[in-house]
């Protein structure tokens, strides 16, 4: 038996080498070897046969691993779905239909889709469009009334957006700003007072008001700034019980003649503001939104601009992140925290001026309703992003101007839109639960950059 190896067939490759093969040089008039075929459906760009240019699998990607904004969009629709079925089996013609469920499953089923469709079709007639306004404009109706219920939206968005931003920017700076409700209020105070008591001519006073709102919200937070700076004291604690505060000076101006209540009145309400103190409309009397939308859209830029384009804006987000190392790099932490709280109250303020010199140019009691607690939702909603923050209020808006019509058409409480909105923020605060509903993987770096430490953690 011989030991030597066959020689190999005419159009084999080279013997496989059980070890090492010496370098014995480049091989005179070697042919190079052909490159293997790409497997069916391999892209040229990106690992797994992507191609570079492709949209698409971004898409997929982002779908997949559960970025933030899609989760944010699945909380919406999660919500929405739960509010739905809410609406569907509060209804006694549904519940009396899924009673004789085996007997008539169809039926069940179709009058549970038609009460909540209903609903939520006259919440989006309330607050986006009506066709029948559409249709109507195109036979001499009125074309304003098409814009009136996108304007009811704006309108109703406008205190939120401004409360929303007095908390997100707190949020940058790692302070959890509870107290935009009293901050609210010292605005409304400063800007109800300019409005009735001094005169100026329209646009001066106008302006006037609105600074005023401004410097009597700012004077409110950066009181809470202070004592932190100072003494430590947690601005949670400080800005709940500045809300109280605030709150019952605002009963006792409106109760005290020589203040704010208004002559010959007994109840808690001020003067009418002057007209020339009043914000004018956008577009004529028919829109309910006022130029204060315009102010808090020109206030969402400026702290965009503060946050992403600033130094200011830069040790905001260095201090909330960590406020050891911040130390070290040489800012002023305590410095920070009192400019933050300055500006975030600033805003709440602007807010309550807004509202004042807008739809009730005049204050009571009852004027500071929600607004600061939504604004904390509206910040959660928005990631604490300028951006963020003036979409999710518009999507309140959207709820409170489309619940009014959904109760006055089908009779379905306004309060589901609360609900609605409950919903949203626990299941955007609830990340992994979303997750594990919709199956997704889990992102490589999705999370809040700005979410404050809390609790002095």
């Known amino acids: 038996m011989s030991d030597e190896h066959p020689p190999p067939p005419p159009d084999a490759g080279p013997p496989a080498a059980s070890g090492p093969v010496p370098d014995s040089g480049p091989v005179p008039d070697a042919a190079p070897l052909p490159a293997a075929a790409p497997p069916p459906g391999a892209g040229t760009g990106t690992a797994g046969g992507r191609s ?41 013609t549904v519940l009396g239909a899924w009673a004789n469920f085996f007997s008539d499953p169809g039926n069940a089923i179709a009058q549970t889709w038609d009460a909540a469709a209903a609903a939520y079709s ?51 700076a790692g302070l959890f700003n509870i107290g935009a409700a009293g901050q609210w209020v010292g605005g409304a105070i400063v800007a109800t ?15 006037v008001c609105l600074l005023g709102g401004f410097a009597g919200g700012a004077v409110i937070g950066w009181l809470v700034g202070e004592l932190k ?44 503001l002057a007209s020339n103190a009043r914000l004018p ?6 829109p309910q939104v006022d130029a204060g939308f315009l102010v808090a859209l020109v206030a969402a830029a400026g702290a965009w601009w503060l946050l992403s384009r600033s130094t200011v804006g830069f040790r905001f987000r260095t201090v909330g992140a960590n406020p050891g190392a911040a130390r070290s790099a040489g800012m002023s932490v305590e410095r920070s ?29 009852n004027s500071y309703g929600t607004f600061g607690f939504d604004g904390i939702t509206v910040a959660l909603l928005g990631r604490a992003r300028p951006v963020g923050v003036v979409l999710a209020a518009l999507l309140f808006g959207a709820l409170h101007a489309g619940g009014t019509n959904m109760e006055a058409a089908t009779q379905v409480p306004s309060d589901i839109t609360q609900v609605l909105q409950g919903l949203i923020v626990l299941f955007v605060a609830a990340p ?7 199956r997704l993987r889990t992102a490589g770096s999705a999370g809040l950059e700005a979410v404050p430490k809390g609790w002095n953690a």
């Not at 109250?345 to 807008?358: D, M, P, R």
Request: no cysteine; charged share 5%.
């Open 432 to 438: 992994p639960l979303i997750r594990a509903l919709f």
């Open 281 to 286: 409309h956008v577009g004529g009397p028919p």
């Open 52 to 92: 570079r240019g492709s949209f698409s699998p971004a898409i997929i990607d982002a779908v997949l691993e559960g970025r933030p904004a899609v989760l944010t969009a699945l909380a919406i629709a999660s919500a929405v779905v739960l509010g739905g079925l809410l609406i569907a089996f509060s209804d006694t």
């Open 229 to 272: 700076a100072r003494t430590g004291a947690h601005e949670v604690i400080v800005t709940i019980m500045l809300n109280y505060i605030m709150y019952n000076l605002l009963a006792f101006l409106l109760g005290t003649p020589v203040a704010l209540q208004k002559p010959g009145q007994a109840n808690l309400i001020s003067p009418n």
């Open 122 to 172: 006259a919440m989006f007639e309330g607050a986006i469009f009506n066709p029948h306004t559409i249709s109507a404009a195109f036979h001499g109706g009125s074309v304003g009334a098409i814009f009136y219920p996108l304007s009811q939206t704006a309108s109703d968005a406008t205190p939120l957006i401004l409360t929303g931003l007095a908390v997100a920017i707190a949020f940058r």
């Open 337 to 365: 925290w009192a400019l933050v709280m300055l500006l975030a109250g600033g805003l709440a303020g602007l807010g309550g001026a807004a509202v004042i010199q807008g739809p009730l140019q005049n204050l009571t009691f």
């Open 193 to 207: 007072y300019l409005g009735f008591a001094i005169s100026l001519p329209p646009v001066v006073h106008v302006l």
